[in-house]
C-alpha cells in the first residue's frame, strides 16, 4: 500500500497490482479505439458513397423526367407548326393562282394594246416591202435603239465583236505570234463596221418613214412593257388579300398560332411546376427508397462515434492517473508491464520490501548484467 504522502515507491504488491491495471486498462482502450476510429472512417466512406448516389440518381431520374415532360410538349409543338406550314402552303399557292389571275385580267387591255403595236410594226415591214427577218430585237436594237434594252444588246454586240472574236481567231488560230492578233482585230472590225453601214444603207436609208414609223411604235411598246411591269409590281406588292378567297386559311392559322401560344404557356407552367414542387417529390421519393439502409449507417456511425469518445475519455483518464500517480516517482520509461512483474517477483521472493527496493534490485541487476556483456 502507498503511504500517506502517496508515494508508491513505498508501497508493495497492491501498488503494482494496481500500476498494472491501469497499464492493461490504457492498452486495451488504445486497441478499441484504433479500430473504432478505423470502423467510423469505413462508415463515414459508406455513408458519402451512398449520399453521393442517391445525389447522382436523384439528379439523373429529375433531369428525365423533365425531359420527357417538355419532349411531350414539344412534340405538340412541331405537330402544330408541321400544320402550319401546310396550310400556308396551299395559302400560298392559292394566293399566287390569284395573283396571276388578277394580273393576268388587270393587264388584258395592255397585252391586247402590245399586240396590236406588234401587228403594226409587221403591217409596215410589209406594206413597204422591208424583209421580215429583220423584225428582230437584234436589228432594232442595233439600227434603232429606244431603251436600255437596247443598249444593253448593243453593249454585248460590241463585246463580241470587239473582244470575244478577234481573241478567239487569234489564240485559236494564231497563238502565239502576237502580230496577228492586231491583224485580227482590224479585220474583224472592219468587216462588221462595213456589213453595219452596208446594212443601214441598203435598208434603213431606204424606207426613213418607215423606220421612223417603227422606232415610234417600239417607243410605245418600250412604254407599254413598263406599264404592264409597273402594273404587276403593284398587284405583288399589295397587302390586301380580301379579294382572293384566303379567309378559311387565315382563320385555320390565326386559331393554330393561338393554339402554338397556348401549349407553350402550358409547357412553362408544367416546368415551373416540375421544378417546384414535382423535383422535390421525386427526390424525397428517392431519398425515402434508401432511407432504411443510410440510416442503420447513420445510426451506427453515430453510435461507433459515442464509443469511440468514451475510449478517448478513458485514455485521457487513466493516462492522467499513470501521469500525475505513478510515472513521477519510477520513471515514465519504466511504466512497462514486463518490468512490472519482474518487480513483482522480487517482492514476492522476499528480495524486496517496498517498490522501490525491487526497482534499486532491478536496477542493480541490470546494471551487472551490462558490465559482464560488456
Known sequence: MGDSNGNVLSGGLDELDSMKKALVEL????????????????????????????????????????????????????????????????????????????????????????????????????????????????????????????ILIIALVLVVILFAIPYGIYFIFFKPRTGLLVAAYIVTVLLFGAAYVFFGWIIKEK???????????????????????????????????????????????????????????????????????????????LTAECAGELGRLRREHEETYNAQRSAEEQIKSISMVITEKYSPYIGRENMDITLLEQLEQLLQSGEAGTVGEALGVYRSRRETTEQTRA
Not at 54 to 83: C, F, H, N, P, W
Not at 113 to 140: A, M, Q, T, W
Not at 242 to 251: C, T
Not at 256 to 277: G, P, S, W
Request: avoid cysteine; glycine fraction near 4%; charge should be positive.
Open 27 to 150: 492498452e486495451k482502450n488504445k486497441a478499441q479505439n484504433a479500430e473504432l476510429a478505423e470502423k467510423e472512417e469505413q462508415l463515414e466512406k459508406q455513408i458519402s458513397a451512398m449520399e453521393k448516389e442517391l445525389s447522382e440518381k436523384i439528379l439523373s431520374v429529375t433531369k428525365s423526367r423533365k425531359g420527357e415532360l417538355e419532349r411531350a410538349y414539344d412534340e405538340q409543338l412541331e405537330a402544330i407548326k408541321g400544320r402550319q406550314k401546310k396550310v400556308r402552303a396551299k395559302k400560298d399557292k392559292l394566293k399566287s393562282s390569284k395573283i396571276s389571275e388578277r394580273i393576268e385580267a388587270e393587264t388584258a387591255e395592255l397585252h391586247e394594246e402590245r399586240k396590236h403595236i406588234r401587228d403594226e410594226i409587221r403591217g409596215v415591214y410589209k406594206s413597204d416591202k422591208i424583209p421580215r427577218v429583220l423584225n428582230r430585237s437584234l436589228f432594232h436594237a442595233v439600227y434603232q435603239p429606244v431603251g436600255w434594252r437596247d
Open 207 to 285: 424606207h426613213p418613214e418607215a423606220f421612223r414609223r417603227i422606232k415610234e411604235l417600239r417607243r410605245s411598246l418600250a412604254k407599254n412593257r413598263r406599264d404592264i411591269r409597273q402594273m404587276e409590281r403593284g398587284i405583288r406588292k399589295d397587302k390586301d388579300e380580301s379579294g382572293y378567297g384566303l379567309d378559311k386559311f387565315n382563320q385555320e392559322l390565326s386559331e393554330l398560332e393561338n393554339e402554338l401560344d397556348t401549349i407553350a404557356e402550358e409547357k412553362k407552367k408544367a416546368v415551373r411546376k416540375f421544378e417546384t414542387e414535382t423535383k422535390k417529390v421525386i427526390a424525397d421519393e
